[in-house]
């Protein structure tokens, strides 16, 4: 079985300060990926990130960052200098074959 | 070109009708999933299809049959709707594991909003 937890239900931050959505997952299969998706409030999901089980590099992507820890089975999300277009519903899934099971995800709230 | 197409993205409908929910995707991907977000932004996984053919099929009442003509179309239909069918229907598709690093991701459409009165 798989299982994703976001742990932080809502996050309120300024604009500029930087925020951090913590993602766990638990999984028996030795080989998965890992993803973000971000939900704005026009509703799509889209697509951010992508890792998968044997690749632990950390990875920047403009103001995004991911850390991903197999060791503590964690695949954390960094956004800095956050702005009020950040503000969504983050989601962390993990993909064990073809099944993708989502956290129950992170509301971001940016204020200016 | 949106790659994963879902329609109608509004549906407002009285109890107890029957509805339809169509999904193309133009990605070249072998498999399709529907997907259900209620009111609390959980997602969960309803079907999913590979090559026309039902791999995945989470407890979802036999009201909800999935029908996948080809494997760019996977329609959701749905008899009998009840209050507690209202929810963002989200379609989605991807290459079968093990198709490569791109395949892995899965490609979400735009979401039906299902409003049952």
């Known amino acids: 079985a798989q299982k994703v937890t976001q742990a932080q239900t809502e996050i309120s931050v300024v604009e500029k300060e930087d925020v951090t959505l913590d993602c766990v997952y638990e999984t028996r299969d030795t080989t998965y990926y890992l993803f973000w998706y971000k939900q704005p409030p026009s509703g799509e999901l889209v697509f951010l990130i992508r890792r998968n089980s044997f690749d632990e590099q950390n990875e920047i992507s403009g103001r995004y960052s991911w850390n991903f820890q197999k060791s503590t089975s964690s695949f954390n999300f960094t956004i800095t200098a956050s702005q009020v277009v950040d503000s969504a519903v983050y989601f962390c899934?993990?993909?064990?074959?073809?099944?993708?099971?989502f956290g129950g995800g992170t509301r971001l709230m940016v204020k200016p | 070109d949106t790659a994963v197409s879902q329609t109608p993205k509004y549906l407002v409908t009285q109890m107890g009708n029957d509805k339809s929910i169509k999904c193309e995707q133009n990605l070249g991907h072998d498999t399709m999933y529907w997907y259900k977000q209620d009111s609390k932004k959980f997602l969960k996984i309803m079907f999913s299809y590979n090559n026309k053919e039902l791999i995945i099929n989470e407890t979802v009442p036999n009201r909800f049959s999935p029908k996948s003509p080809d494997k760019a179309h996977l329609n959701l239909h749905i008899n009998s709707l009840e209050l507690g069918d209202s929810a963002v229907y989200f379609c989605a598709s991807s290459q079968w594991s093990g198709q490569g690093e791109r395949g892995n991701t899965i490609y979400f459409g735009e979401g039906s909003w299902l409003t049952v009165v």
């Open positions: 899934a993990l993909r064990g074959g073809n099944m993708l099971t």
